[in-house]
């Protein structure tokens, strides 16, 4: 199993461009969730999804847009990139909602986002 | 007031010493609690989940207060390749896991 892969690795955007940031992940994960992490406030929920066709909104959302159209794939889109939006975005998976303390989340390698 | 506050460090430990990490929530219907692991530049990994009765995995040792509202990592017999810095992650009633800042271990030959 690859587990859980992000693309791009880096980024650099220009203020007002848009972009989508790729995630799959091949363990037949239903609970998918994209955070971003910032110097000095840990990882923020923006976007998690509990299965193919249902999203819903995390603590920071604004700016960003998802979708899961397939178990294996949630991309999040930057519909036009700010400054503020220059962080480290991590997607994670795992089988099911971790109730309970059961699911481990899996989180891929990231994706280093720059904007000028 | 952030909903899982850690005091970010450094701890700076010799090798061989024993590390405490505490981590408060503010959030009283939390549902259960982690520690994970992130090493520089690299994604977060689980490192243990927090039970009410606490647990041991080898050097590590997990502790849930719940009428405190506390959490807390014991490291014993530090090694090098214990540097790294540990999330505490509170999920909350509605299923999302809430992360505090983390706090940065170096330890030193």
């Known amino acids: 199993n690859a587990g859980v892969t992000q693309t791009p690795k880096f980024q650099v955007l220009k203020t007002g461009q848009s972009m989508t940031l790729q995630c799959a992940q091949d363990?037949?994960?239903?609970?998918m969730s994209w955070y971003r992490q910032d110097p000095g406030m840990g990882l923020r929920l923006i976007h998690y999804?509990?299965?193919?066709?249902?999203?819903d909104q995390g603590e920071v959302p604004n700016g960003y847009n998802v979708s899961r159209s397939t178990t294996e794939d949630f991309p999040l889109r930057l519909l036009s990139a700010a400054p503020s939006q220059t962080s480290v975005y991590f997607c994670?998976?795992?089988?099911?909602?971790?109730?309970?303390?059961?699911?481990?989340?899996?989180f891929g390698p990231g994706t280093r986002l720059l904007v000028l | 007031r952030k909903e899982v506050e850690q005091d970010p460090g450094p701890f700076n430990v010799p090798e061989g010493a024993t590390v405490a990490f505490n981590c408060t929530y503010s959030n009283s219907a939390s549902q259960s609690f982690f520690w994970y692991r992130q090493d520089c530049r690299k994604e977060p990994k689980l490192l243990m989940s927090?039970?009410?009765s606490g647990n041991e995995d080898g050097r590590f040792t997990a502790q849930l207060n719940r009428a405190s509202q506390y959490i807390s990592l014991l490291i014993r017999d530090s090694k090098l390749s214990d540097s790294a810095t540990y999330l505490c992650v509170v999920l909350d009633q509605g299923g999302k896991l809430i992360f505090g800042q983390g706090t940065e271990l170096s330890v030193k030959p």
């Open positions: 999804s509990v299965g193919a066709g249902i999203t």
């Open positions: 363990m037949n994960h239903e609970y």
């Open positions: 927090v039970y009410s």
């Open positions: 994670a998976s795992s089988y099911s909602i971790p109730y309970g303390g059961q699911e481990t989340q899996y």
